[in-house]
């Protein structure tokens, strides 16, 4: 079974930096999209970072410059990594995979979240 699990959430102060794993098990991962999204308190769930199997990457506005995704396919792994983190970046952190095992067919799958908080 498809299993998504996240780490290196956490506190962090302003200007500050965090690296989020996400180690995925159960799949063909290199063959797979990933993301990472974020929800703040009374936010919706936005998209942050994407990383195809081909490793096209794009970002939201609020994120260039300032993050970083990657992927290791030895590991089975996608990253996040978080520099100059401002306070609004504070939210729950979720990796995303999606599968295209033929092109009329998509599955989504998520981590269960990591908290990150960016605060003095």
């Known amino acids: 079974q498809v299993q998504l699990v996240e780490s290196g959430g956490g506190l962090v102060q302003p200007g500050g930096s965090l690296r989020l794993s996400c180690e995925v098990s159960?799949?063909?991962?290199?063959?797979?999209?990933m993301a990472w999204h974020r929800q703040a308190p009374g936010k919706e769930r936005e998209l942050v970072a994407s990383?195809?199997?081909?490793?096209?990457?794009s970002y939201a506005d609020s994120a260039k410059g300032r993050f970083t995704i990657s992927r290791d396919n030895s590991k089975n792994t996608v990253y996040l990594q978080m520099n100059s983190l401002k306070p609004e970046d504070t939210a729950v952190y979720y990796c995303?995979?999606?599968?295209?095992?033929?092109?009329?067919?998509?599955?989504?799958?998520w981590g269960q979240g990591t908290q990150v908080t960016v605060s003095s």
């Open positions: 159960g799949s063909i991962f290199r063959r797979n999209d």
């Open positions: 990383i195809t199997s081909g490793y096209m990457t």
């Open positions: 995303h995979m999606r599968v295209s095992p033929v092109v009329e067919a998509t599955y989504d799958y």
